[in-house]
């Protein structure tokens, strides 16, 4: 491991410390709670030598559970050691997580350093491909009954706040866009799958339709699944897809997978000089390059 390819816990922990420390008290939140009792269920996860990489860091083994697998790619664990709850994920190999540039997550994660929306890392491993994080509760959509589903709508704030500082957030390298559309028309091309061809061919002309605003730092996977609940505080989680982009989908994002008003969406600092039947149709189109984003992955997966 070299100090260049890891983030260490001394470079992201006290920020949050310092902010956690008015509101964090003996007793853990519902939904931290929550979160541990439905970790403890689940299956525990062994043979992989980077878990002993991962014990020699915190100077203890943990036993670790099988939270779920991104897309069936990354394994994302829960354990519990001295220091608290934590996560780790595995990183899968470059086939298996297309699209996922690490180094530019690594780069991402130093830029958002301090933001009260960002993981909490403790040790991001870039050659050796884990990143170990706190615990920061259940996801947005594992909130199913009446009351968490009430509390999560007063996050709506918080999230367009979260957005709007990353439309400010513009020191970070360029997500390269034509090379990943360039994938997806060799692997398709080269199994004849002239369908999807088709669709990615559509999809290129509806990037380039968006305004080309100034490019700034964009999630590009901003559903549910990837935010939780921390304390009050909202955390968006997994930011392997992201770098400097086109806003305009994460904005629809909001609205796809938020259920955002869309006046709310025109407040953001990237809307201000748009009209709102032009922020309207935006989104719209904005959302269709998402829908086929997502579906050219999930065929190129299956391929």
Known sequence: ??????????????PREIEKEATRGKQETRGKNEAQEKAESFPVFQGDSRLDQVADYLGESVQWRLLHSQGDANPVLWGS?????????????AESAFGANRKMEQIVLQAIMGYAWSPNILR????????????????????????STENVMQYR????????????????PEFDYASLFRYY???????????????????????????QEP?????????????????????????????RGNPWLDM???????????????????????S??????????ATKVNVSLEALWIAARKK
């Open 1 to 14: 491991m070299t100090d260049k390819d890891s983030l260490p816990i001394s470079m992201h922990r006290q």
């Open 81 to 93: 050691c001295r220091n608290g709850s934590l996560v780790l994920r595995l990183n899968a190999d």
């Open 124 to 147: 991001y491993e870039l050659e050796e491909g884990w990143c170990l994080m706190e615990h920061h509760g259940l996801s947005l959509d594992q909130f199913c009954d009446h009351e």
């Open 157 to 172: 704030q918080q999230l367009l706040a979260a957005v709007n500082d990353m439309q400010q957030i513009q020191d970070i």
């Open 185 to 211: 028309r060799q692997r398709f091309q080269n199994q004849q799958d002239h369908r999807h061809v088709m669709q990615l061919e559509e999809l290129i002309d509806d990037s380039y339709s968006l305004p």
């Open 215 to 243: 490019l700034c730092l964009v999630h590009h996977d901003l559903h549910q699944g990837n935010f939780c609940l921390d304390q009050g505080q909202l955390v968006i989680l997994d930011w392997e897809y992201a770098g």
């Open 252 to 274: 629809a994002a909001l609205v796809q997978f938020h259920q955002m008003p869309i006046e709310d969406v025109g407040s953001l600092f990237v809307c201000r000089k748009y």
């Open 276 to 285: 709102m039947a032009s922020i309207k149709h935006n989104l719209a189109l």
